[in-house]
C-alpha cells in the first residue's frame, strides 16, 4: 500500500511558485508596516488551552480550536488567532516595554472548519497592533496601516473601509434601546451576520430576541443613518471617537476610504472601542476582507493590577490571495536565474564548476551542472529555468581560453574570457 | 486566578529583538541558497502520523512525536522534520517538476524533549535539498552551500565538515567485518554516540554487539585510517564517492573545510550515501552544529514504480544561535527608525500627522507621534526609539513654516521648511 500524497485536509503545500507568492506578500506586509515603526514578534505554536478558553469566544474554544494532553497532560493547544500569545508576551515584560508597543507578526494559525473559498484550516494572518498611547491617534494609525498596505499592492481603489465603535452600539442598544446586556450581545452577533441573511429572517431573529416594535424602529433608524445624524442623535465618547477619527484619517491622507457603517460589529467579544472592517468595492465579492477593532483588557488575563488598551487588525493570505487574483494584481515578482553553467563532458566539470563558483562570489544567481549536457540539451535546460544567460562550453572557444555565453531573450551568443563575463551579466 | 505568562515548556517568545535575529538568519540563509538557484517552499504544520510511521525512526515516532486524533479521527502529527513533507510534496508532482529538484524551506518543528541547551521542543531549521541530477555532483553542491552559509556569517574559518559514506560503512562492516545488517545498523548508532561516550563504554557497547577481537580490530584500523589508507584497503562504490567529491570541492574551492571522518553515521536511517555533519572548530563546543547526507529511497512511501535520489541537510536556528553567539558573530544590525515625528499640542497633530505621512511616502521609516509631549519628553522618546532623527515643533519656527530636525547622533539642530527634511533624512 502506498500512501496518498496530498497534504492534510484544508491545509496547502507550498511549492515554489506559491511559496514566493507567501514570501512576496510578506516582504509587502513588512515593508509597510515597518515604515509605521513596527517590529516583528513571534511565539509557539502551541499555547496552554486556558489562553484560549477566557477570552477567544465560544464558537472557536468548543469548535474550533485543536487542543490535546501533552504526554506529561498538560492541555495544549495549537493557536487558532495570534492575539493570546501577543497578550501573554506583553504582559510577560509589561514593566520593561516602552509604549506604545508597535507590534507585527505573520503566524500560521490553525481552525477545525470545513473547507471552503476563503476558509481553510490552516492561514497564515498578518497581525498588526498598538497598544498605549492616545487611544484614537493608535486607532487611526492601524487603520493608515491597513490602507498603505492595500495601495502598497496597487489596490487602494479596490478597497473600502467601514467604522464603527462598539461604544457608540452599547450606547445605543443600552441608553436608546434600555435593552439588556445579554440580549445586546446577542443582538449584535445577529447583526454581524445580517450581511449573509435574508431580510426576513433578520426581523424574524429580532423578534425572537424579544425587541418589541419601539426598539426595531430605533435600530432600523440607528442602522440607516449617516455620521452626521448618529452624531447628532446619539452623541456618546463612542460618537466622539468615530468623529476623531475621520479628522486623523483626512490628516493622513486616507479619509476617502473610509465610512461609517452602523452595522459592523466584529465577532470577537474583546472589542470594546473603534471596530472596522475592510471590503472589496466590487460587488462580487461581498465578505469582509479583513478586520481588526480596539480591545480594552488585554492582559487581564494575566494582571489583575495593570490595564492596556490596544487596537489591532489582522489579515488572512487566503482572503488576500483572492482578492489580488480577482483584480489582476496577483503578480510576485519570478525568480529569474542570472546564470545556467552548462558542461558538455565530464572532463571539463571542474572548469564548469570553477565559472559557476566565481560568478556566484560575485552575487549573481548561478546554477551550476548536474551532469554532463548536449549543446541541444544544455539550450533545453537554460530555457527551462527562466535563466537570463546560459553558459557553454565550445571545444573552439576552450582552446582560445574562451566561454560561449547565450543571451536567453535576444538570442544573441557572444565568446568571452572568463573575466568578462560578469560585466555583460551584470547588465 | 491570573495565568502564567511564560511560554509552553521547551518552546520560546520571539520578542523584536529575537525575532530580528531570525529574520536576520533567514534572510541570510535565503540569500545564499537561492544564489545556488534554490527555490523556496513550505508545507502545513500537521500532517498525516503514518508520514512519519514508516520513516523518521522509533525514537522520533514512539517517543518525540506530538501526535493527536482530529476531530474526524484522522490520527495527525506536528511535523518533527521537514524530509517527509518534502518527500511527500515531490511525489505528488513526480512528472511535472525538472531535474534537480533544488528546494529549501525554513520550517518550525517539534520534538517532544526534555529541553536543554541546544535542544527545545519548537525550533526552525533550514532545509536544502536536491534531487536528482548526478550525485557527486549533487553532493558537492549541498556541501557547498553550507560552506557558503558559514561564509555570509564570517565564520567560514571556525567551521570543518566532517564527511563518510554510509556505503562505504556498509562495505567494511558487511564485506570485511563480516558482521550482520542488524548488528551493522546497531553498530552505526553506538558509533554516531561515540563522541559523547567515555572510551570504556564504547568498547562496552562493542562486546555487547558480539564483535570478536578480530572485528573489533578491523573496526578500529578503519576509525584510525586517513583517507588514502581507507582508499587503498577498502576500495568500493562509497570510497569512490568520497574521493570524487573531495576532488569537486577543491573545484568549487572549499577542500580545505572537508575531511574525512570514518564515525560520521548520522542517526537517521535513510541515508544510504554521502553523509556529514559541521563542526565548530574551537574544541568547547564538541556537539555536530548540524548535519544531512544522500537517501536513496525519497518516495518509496508514495510510489513502488519511481524511484528518486537526493542529497540534503538540515540546519537548526538554536545551535546557530548559539555558535555564532559564542564566536562574537550574532550581529543582526538594528532596527533604526528614520525619524520621530513629536507634536508639542493636541492642537498641531493634524499637521504632525500631515509630516509623518509625506515622510513615510518618500520611504522613510516615521514613527507618528502618540500623543502630546514637552520638549523634553519628546527627546527622551526619539532617544529611546533608537531614531537617527527626532521632529520637534517650536511655537517661534512654526510661525515661520519651518521645523526643528534633530540628529539624534550629532546632537545638531536645524531648522527647515517641510520640503527640505527629505534631503537632510536621506543623508
Redesign the interface.
Known amino acids: 500500500m ?8 484544508g ?6 511558485e506559491d ?2 507568492i ?2 512576496w506578500l510578506m516582504q509587502k506586509f513588512s515593508k509597510v508596516t ?4 513596527y ?10 488551552f ?2 484560549y478558553a477566557a477570552k477567544s469566544g465560544e464558537e472557536i474554544v468548543k469548535k474550533q480550536l ?1 487542543h ?1 494532553q ?3 497532560d ?1 492541555h ?1 493547544a ?1 493557536r487558532p488567532e495570534m492575539t493570546p500569545t501577543l497578550a ?2 506583553v ?3 509589561l514593566q520593561e516595554l ?3 508597543i ?2 507585527y ?1 505573520f503566524p ?1 494559525l ?1 481552525r ?1 472548519e470545513q473547507p471552503q473559498r476563503g476558509r481553510l484550516r ?1 492561514h497564515w494572518q498578518l497581525n498588526v497592533d ?1 497598544l ?3 487611544r484614537d ?2 486607532d ?2 492601524a487603520l ?1 496601516i491597513a490602507v ?1 498596505i492595500f495601495e502598497e499592492f496597487g489596490a487602494r481603489d479596490k478597497i473600502q473601509i467601514r467604522l464603527n465603535n462598539r461604544a457608540l452600539v452599547n450606547h445605543v442598544f443600552r441608553e436608546q434601546m434600555k435593552i439588556s446586556d445579554t440580549v445586546s450581545l446577542a443582538l449584535s452577533k445577529l447583526l454581524d451576520a445580517k450581511d449573509k441573511m435574508k431580510p426576513e429572517a433578520f426581523d424574524a431573529g429580532l423578534i425572537a430576541l424579544g425587541l418589541d416594535a419601539d426598539q426595531r424602529r430605533h435600530l432600523a433608524e440607528f442602522l440607516a443613518a449617516d455620521f452626521t445624524t448618529v452624531a447628532q442623535r446619539f452623541d456618546c465618547a463612542g460618537a466622539r471617537e468615530i468623529a476623531r477619527i475621520f ?2 484619517a ?4 486616507y479619509a476617502d476610504v473610509l465610512v461609517f457603517d452602523p452595522a459592523i460589529m466584529r465577532g470577537l467579544d474583546y472589542y470594546t472601542g473603534t471596530v472596522f472592517e475592510a471590503y472589496d468595492v466590487s460587488p462580487e465579492n461581498r465578505r469582509a476582507l479583513f478586520g481588526g477593532g480596539r480591545y480594552d483588557d488585554l492582559i487581564g ?4 493590577k495593570d490595564a492596556l488598551s490596544g487596537m489591532g487588525f489582522g489579515l488572512g493570505d487566503v482572503g488576500m490571495r483572492n482578492f489580488l487574483e480577482t483584480h489582476g494584481l496577483l503578480n510576485p515578482p519570478p ?1 529569474v ?1 542570472d546564470l545556467v553553467v552548462t558542461c558538455p563532458e565530464a572532463g571539463l ?3 564548469a ?2 565559472v ?2 566565481k560568478m ?1 562570489a560575485l ?9 554532463a549536457l548536449s549543446f541541444k540539451q544544455a539550450l533545453k535546460q537554460g530555457d ?2 527562466g535563466s537570463r544567460f546560459v553558459l557553454l562550453m565550445g571545444e573552439e572557444e576552450l582552446k582560445q581560453d574562451l566561454y560561449i555565453l547565450k543571451n536567453m531573450k535576444t538570442g544573441e551568443q557572444t565568446s568571452l574570457r572568463l573575466d568578462q563575463i560578469a560585466s555583460v551579466l551584470g547588465v
Not at 34 to 37: A, I, R
Not at 250 to 253: D, I, N, V
Not at 363 to 371: E, H, I, S, Y
Open positions: 502506498t500512501q496518498p500524497t496530498q497534504p492534510y485536509k491545509t496547502r503545500d507550498f511549492y515554489p511559496q514566493r507567501q514570501n515597518e515604515s509605521f515603526g517590529e516583528p514578534y513571534n511565539g509557539p505554536m502551541l499555547e496552554p486556558d489562553l485543536y490535546f501533552d504526554q506529561a498538560r495544549v495549537i501573554r508576551m504582559a510577560g515584560k516602552p509604549r506604545p508597535r507590534w507578526s500560521n490553525w477545525y490552516e498598538i498605549g498611547g492616545d491617534l493608535a487611526a494609525e493608515a498603505g479628522e486623523l483626512g490628516s493622513m491622507g488575563l494575566f494582571s489583575k525568480s536565474p566539470l571542474a572548469r564548476l570553477d559557476a563558483t556566484r552575487g549573481f544567481c548561478v546554477l551550476a551542472p548536474t551532469g527551462r529555468s
